[in-house]
């Protein structure tokens, strides 16, 4: 097993889609602290003489600095994390079909279970390393532009804000936003390993985002009977464990295309997260009982 999750390793590292992908993410971390928190924060400023009382967004702020920043980098990555973890587990598992590679291994002793096992543990573990390779430099980005950039806290309605998030509510933030993303993941991962296709797996995860976005919204404005159907989404139930991240602290801007979660109308956290365990345990379950099943022909 440990064989063969090496040769997963030495795979993944060999190929280009997850610097391209990595470089996407460090290109989102940057855009929500230079442009989302410090451009905005000097062009709300610019309109106000120093230390004018009449200064009131303090979101632009709040998304640059440091600890304030881990809020928006890890909704934006939330929200943008799964189109990377997408297009790579897709792409993993679906491109070890087209070389033939499957087929090789299952007829040198290697068991089915144990190859998908050693691919699914291997692409868990490059998304991991690369969401938090992504947040690492989210964080520099932060701390460079709390150094440099003037500080705000000479605005009352920045000064007023006294709550700050400790490394123990960061470590708990983080492994919140994880929760949320590996859902996204295990369902790629099932689409390519149904359909052999990485177009299918990647886009059928995008598709499904954007689609189950508008769905929870229409059911719960809706209400009544129709709001238990939101139960059925990941989105719905990841909101709730992101709201508990947001709770008690400012307004901050993002570059995920929604509104930021707030624990209005959202279920259960705990609830929630079992919820999220639950999807990832259907869609992996599915994923194996197809490899099983499924015949390999001779270019497989």
């Known amino acids: 097993m440990l064989r063969l999750i090496d040769a997963e390793w030495m795979k993944s590292r060999t190929r280009w889609l997850p610097y391209a992908m990595l470089l996407f993410l460090f290109v989102g971390a940057g855009i929500e602290i230079w442009i989302g928190g410090v451009a905005s924060y000097y062009g709300e400023r610019s309109h106000y003489a120093p230390n004018d009382a009449d200064f009131q967004n303090a979101s632009a702020a709040f998304t640059f600095r440091w600890p304030y920043a881990i809020l928006p980098l890890l909704d934006a990555g939330q929200y943008w994390g799964p189109v990377f973890i997408a297009f790579f587990a ?22 089915r279970t144990q190859f998908l096992a050693a691919k699914l543990l291997t ?29 705000p806290t000479k605005y009352a309605v920045v000064a007023a804000v006294t709550k700050e998030p ?25 689409l390519a390993v149904i359909s052999r296709s990485t177009a299918l797996g990647a886009t059928g995860v995008l598709m499904y985002k954007l689609i189950e976005g508008v769905l929870v919204t229409i059911f719960g404005s809706i209400g009544g009977s129709w709001a238990h159907v939101q139960n ?16 008690g ?8 295309f929604r509104s930021i979660p707030r624990s209005a109308g959202t279920p259960d956290p705990w609830l929630s997260a079992v919820m999220l365990v639950l999807f990832c345990v259907v869609f992996g379950a599915v994923s194996f009982a197809s490899f099983l099943r499924r015949d390999l022909n001779s270019r497989e």
């Open 90 to 111: 897709a792409s993993s598992v679906a491109t070890d079909f087209g070389w033939g590679s499957v087929r090789l291994s299952v007829t040198r002793g290697v068991t």
């Open 249 to 256: 602290y400012p307004e901050y801007n993002t570059i995920a």
């Open 166 to 190: 400790s490394l123990g509510d960061i470590a708990i933030m983080i492994a919140r936003s994880a929760l949320t993303i590996l859902p996204y993941g295990m369902l790629a991962f099932m």
């Open 232 to 247: 059925l989404f990941v989105e719905h139930h990841a909101r709730a464990l992101l709201a508990l991240n947001n709770d």
């Open 123 to 151: 692409t868990a573990f490059v998304c991991a390393v690369a969401m938090l390779l992504a947040l690492a430099v989210g964080t520099a980005f932060s701390l460079v532009a709390t150094t440099l950039v003037e500080d």
